[in-house]
């Protein structure tokens, strides 16, 4: 066989580009046990090393009763209560995708129409927060909830759909009329001409008094949009 010139480079060439091939398609370990090691889990409620939350302080965490239309994972007090503000102040978005892959919603016959309701396959939209407040806190909690919850279901994200136009300030300290009147007409459709869809999943982190929460619901309405359905990660 006559070697020609250049044929043991390109041989080797091939061998190079193959061995990288296999390389490439192993799958490299995923983040998060990295992290996992880095940086181990502990329970915030009895600091044992796995999970944030353990099986054992885990118990009774869940929002028992379930309202019509809306859907609320978890009870707004102790751990779930802690980790929510702490995702909020400390930007530990890694909690809120602890509370939302946690809940096992086959588990409870109360979430059957939520499941439901999923089937329509909605778009996932987020509670917006005006732009000052955006400013002030650096992201908007209800955001990430939405995005997490869409990747959980396989649902469509929208961020831009809703728009809120006025600075409600501060709720808190407000009564009930007082907070209806500071959220009329808040908010907007933020491109008419955009393709409005027929069901929307309208996402927040806590439910206080729902009046932010209607309002959204209100616009949507106006818009076109047929079935809405609410979620929040805690009541
Ligand atoms: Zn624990």
Redesign the pocket.
């Known amino acids: 066989m006559t070697v020609v010139p250049g044929y043991i480079g390109n041989k080797l060439v091939d061998a190079f580009e193959e061995l990288l091939w296999t390389w490439v398609q192993i799958p490299p370990p995923p983040p998060m046990n990295l992290l996992d090691f880095l940086f181990p889990k502990k329970?915030i409620?009895?600091?044992?090393l796995g999970e944030y939350?353990?099986e054992?302080?885990s118990v009774g965490m869940w929002e028992e009763e379930q309202l019509p239309g809306l859907t609320c994972l978890w009870a707004y007090e102790g751990l779930a209560r802690k980790l929510i503000s702490k995702a909020k102040y400390d930007g530990r978005y890694d909690y809120l995708k602890f509370l939302i892959y946690n809940f096992q919603f086959t588990n409870n016959s109360q979430f059957s129409n939520f499941q439901k309701f999923l089937k329509q396959k909605p778009t996932v939209v987020p509670v917006p927060l005006h732009k000052n407040r955006l400013r002030e806190r650096g992201f908007n909690q209800a955001e990430i909830i939405a995005k997490v919850l869409a990747s959980r279901h396989t649902l469509a994200y929208n961020g831009h759909l809703l728009y809120r136009v006025k600075d409600t300030g501060h709720q808190v300290g407000r009564t009930r009329s007082e907070r209806l009147k500071a959220l009329e007409n808040s908010m907007k459709i933020v491109n008419c001409k955009l393709k409005i869809p027929q069901a929307v999943l309208l996402v927040d982190d806590v439910w206080t008094t729902g009046a932010t929460m209607n309002e959204c619901t209100k616009t949507l309405r106006a818009a076109g949009v047929k079935n809405i359905w609410k979620f929040v990660l805690a009541r």
């Open positions: 329970c409620g009895c600091e044992r939350v353990c054992t302080c």
